[in-house]
């Protein structure tokens, strides 16, 4: 049992360019959910997926779209990178919306220069 | 979204118990009280949730007062290894009407030998 996997670990982009974040999760989770987390701060959601073929905005959507085509990936895409979306990115899944015990990958770190 | 007030940092030594107390005064009837523990260059990880008086499993307590506007994780025994940053949450889920989990910035424990 992997759990929360993503792909990659590292990437540095340049200002413009775009990039697709793969999460997978094996656990046949409902639930899906993309973060960002910048330096000294806290987890801020970006999108949310509550199932197969369903997205929804987070706290700062903007400048990044999402697909959930299959239950257990969920993908992030920048379409055109800026610096500052530079982070380190979570993806994590949770069987239900109830309570918030969500499981989180190990993080995919990018730069933008 | 209830917003959740914790301590910066703390520091301790290896064999004390810890306590971390967060303040909610705005937690809502369907709230739940969540703690998550993150290591560095690592996602976050559940430790316990809770809804009212106490709750234990093998890792740590949750005390909950009966008016709920604050919460108390207990880490017994703290060992180098529990050297986290430790973060609150309150809320219902994605099914609260902001939509979003606020981690905020969380408390660094630093344990020391």
């Known amino acids: 049992n992997a759990g929360v996997t993503q792909t990659p670990k590292f990437r540095v982009l340049k200002t413009g360019q775009s990039m697709t974040l793969l999460c997978a999760q094996d656990?046949?989770?409902?639930?899906m959910y993309w973060y960002r987390q910048d330096p000294g701060m806290g987890l801020r959601l970006i999108h949310y997926s509550v199932g197969e073929g369903t997205t929804a905005k987070g706290e700062v959507p903007d400048g990044y779209n999402v697909s959930r085509l299959k239950k257990q990936n969920f993908l992030l895409g920048l379409e055109s990178a800026a610096p500052s979306q530079t982070s380190v990115y979570f993806c994590?899944?949770?069987?239900?919306?109830?309570?918030?015990?969500?499981?989180f990958g190990p993080g995919t770190r990018l730069t933008v220069l | 979204l209830a917003k959740t007030t914790q301590p910066i940092s703390m520091d301790s030594y290896e064999g004390q118990e810890v306590n971390i107390t967060c303040s909610h005064n705005n937690i809502a009837t369907n709230d739940y009280i969540t703690w998550y523990q993150q290591f560095p260059s690592q996602g976050p990880r559940f430790i316990i949730q809770?809804?009212?008086t106490k709750v234990t499993n093998e890792v740590a307590s949750l005390f909950i007062p009966a008016d709920r506007k604050s919460s108390t994780l207990s880490l017994p025994r703290v060992s180098l290894s529990d050297t986290a940053v430790y973060y609150c949450?309150?809320?219902?889920?994605?099914?609260?009407?902001?939509?979003?989990?606020?981690f905020g910035q969380g408390t660094t424990l630093q344990v020391k030998p």
């Open positions: 656990m046949n989770h409902e639930y």
């Open positions: 809770g809804y009212k």
């Open positions: 994590a899944s949770s069987y239900s919306l109830q309570g918030n015990e969500q499981f």
């Open positions: 949450l309150v809320g219902e889920g994605l099914e609260s009407n902001t939509g979003k989990l606020i």
